[in-house]
């Protein structure tokens, strides 16, 4: 997407900026670096899970039976009921309250002037910023929705944590970049089982960090900055810790991590 694009750019601008022999203009502490990208419809890795049968499916019938998603829509029938009348919007869905959320709050975010129900709904601890925290765990809360959601993002990142250890990455860059959303990262946080629901801000990021020991051992760490921390602190990795081995990282993810091809993961069930 644009945005993500310009997200992309910006961050390359700061981190390589021009030396010597590279500057073409006195002027303009820049250069050119290049960012892949494909089509959103194509892209199952970042914009996941792309055209996906069966996570469409699952996902549908999560949000729809699940225990976690009818009991806040009960427990939260009244306030429902007198947001939709005060937005003039009909709200049925978790899908329908983020939303309203997310546009309060941004506007909120950029000193617009807010009605006074809406400062009340969007207020911290409250019933509409817990019901927009837990939307972010909707798209990955089962093993099957985890899978098809982060499996293949996590799948490419962790092929070449081998590649690198094994030293048969091609090329053998130090440095991996993923420019994407809030809804991904906070997906694919769910999915690795060290997220908190909150709404990632912008501008934050998660690190996965490759560590060697000595000549043969190796670790992994993940690290998780919200938008201007910068003082960061290694997540606990649940059933292994701070520091984890390659081999204890697929053991653990083993049931998300797909091995079968995308088009062959998002076929429905017969």
């Known amino acids: 997407m644009d945005r993500t694009l310009m997200s992309a750019l910006a961050n390359l601008a700061g981190l390589f900026p021009p030396h010597a022999e590279e500057k073409w203009n006195e002027d303009i502490a820049w250069q050119p670096i290049p960012v892949h990208t494909i089509p959103p419809n194509l892209d199952y890795v970042l914009r996941a899970p792309g055209d996906c049968p069966r996570y469409s499916a699952a996902l549908k019938k999560y949000k729809k039976e699940s225990p976690e998603v009818l009991g806040i829509l009960k427990e939260n029938k009244e306030n429902i009921l007198y947001w939709s009348k005060m937005c003039g919007s009909n709200l049925t869905t978790i899908d329908d309250i983020s939303q309203v959320y997310d ?10 002037t807010l009605p006074g129900w809406a400062q009340k709904a ?15 765990t909707t798209f990955s809360n089962t093993n099957e929705l985890a899978r098809l959601e982060s499996g293949f993002l996590i799948k490419e990142m962790f092929e070449r944590f081998a590649q690198k250890i094994n030293s048969t990455l091609e090329p053998n ?47 992994i760490q993940i690290f998780y900055r919200k938008s201007d921390e910068e003082i960061l602190l290694p997540l606990n990795i649940p059933n292994c810790g701070e520091k984890c081995s390659l081999d204890q990282l697929y053991k653990l993810y083993y049931d998300i991590i ?6 062959t993961e998002c076929r429905l069930p017969n």
């Open 173 to 219: 860059r130090s440095l991996w970049f993923y420019s994407a959303h809030e809804t991904g990262m906070g997906g694919l946080m769910n999915s690795l089982g060290i997220f908190k629901p909150h709404v990632p801000p912008f501008a934050s990021s998660l690190h996965l960090e490759l560590y060697k020991v000595g000549e043969k051992k190796h670790f």
């Open 258 to 263: 797909p091995n079968r091809d995308h088009d």
């Open 103 to 112: 546009i309060l709050n941004i506007q909120r975010q950029h000193n617009k």
């Open 122 to 136: 969007i207020e911290p601890n409250g019933a509409m910023e817990s019901i927009a925290h837990f939307w972010f």
